[in-house]
């Protein structure tokens, strides 16, 4: 059984930083994509940043040139670096993985759970 565990939100100030962070961990054969999305109440979810297996990245235009995302394959880890944080960021953020299983060879996308980030004015 594959899971993916986040963690690093918090509550912080319009301005600061913060640092996500998100483990796969079970059966795996290998990782492709990795990523990280958002749902803020009432809207739908939708993706932040994105980091292929060879380190091809994408962002959203509401969050380049502030957030990083990065990934540790030796470590199945993947990262998001906030900074410069809006209030307009406030959302729980979601861990997303496309991995292949061990056994079935297929590949399968998986989702933690979740970690709340929630930003003062």
């Known amino acids: 059984q594959v899971q993916l565990v986040e963690s690093g939100g918090g509550l912080v100030q319009a301005g600061g930083s913060l640092r996500l962070s998100c483990v796969a961990s079970?059966?795996?054969?290998?990782?492709?994509?990795m990523g990280w999305y958002r749902q803020a109440p009432g809207n739908q979810r939708e993706l932040v940043a994105s980091?292929?297996?060879?380190?091809?990245?994408t962002y959203a235009e509401s969050v380049k040139g502030r957030f990083t995302v990065s990934r540790d394959n030796t470590k199945n880890m993947v990262y998001l670096q906030m900074n410069s944080l809006e209030p307009e960021d406030t959302a729980v953020y979601y861990c997303?993985?496309?991995?292949?299983?061990?056994?079935?060879?297929?590949?399968?996308?998986?989702w933690g759970q979740g970690t709340q980030v929630a930003v003062s004015s």
């Open positions: 079970g059966s795996m054969f290998s990782i492709d994509t």
């Open positions: 997303n993985a496309k991995i292949q299983g061990a056994y079935s060879g297929t590949y399968v996308y998986y």
């Open positions: 980091i292929t297996s060879g380190g091809k990245t």
